[in-house]
């Protein structure tokens, strides 16, 4: 199956109920790049120190950024990391959401309630209402 973003949206979203909207979905991506990084031979040292800038410019402007344009950067630092790996981005997601789908949902259910338990924030922290971002941020 060719996937898209329709097509995973739409299976993830009965299997992680417990991790909607764009604050569940935003840790879940740091979670899945750190995991990446640590595959590619970054230290657990170097990832909370590239973590910690982000964090220090947010500070510093004032302002947590547009997400639309940080949702294109991940994309692009995504797409960079497969061309330097000699990778099919879209091959691997792929294989992955196949593998995935074989899975059953208690699986999941596990999975993610060991991660809560190792201190992965969960869904008691989702905003009720999306930040205002960009030029009409206050």
Known sequence: MHETQ?????WM???FSDLLGPKSR??????????LALA???TAEEILAA?????????ERGNNGDPEEELADVYISMYAYAADSRMSAQSALDRKMSINRLRPTEYYLR????KFRLGMPGP?????SAPVVGK???
């Open 13 to 15: 979203g009965p299997i």
């Open 40 to 42: 590619s031979g970054v």
């Open 6 to 10: 329709e097509s995973v949206g739409s």
């Open 136 to 138: 009409d941020a206050v």
């Open 51 to 59: 973590v910690k800038v982000p964090i220090q410019k947010n500070a």
């Open 124 to 128: 008691s922290a989702e905003p009720t």
């Open 26 to 35: 935003s840790i879940a991506v740091v979670e899945e790049a750190c995991e």
């Open 111 to 114: 999975k993610n309630k060991e």
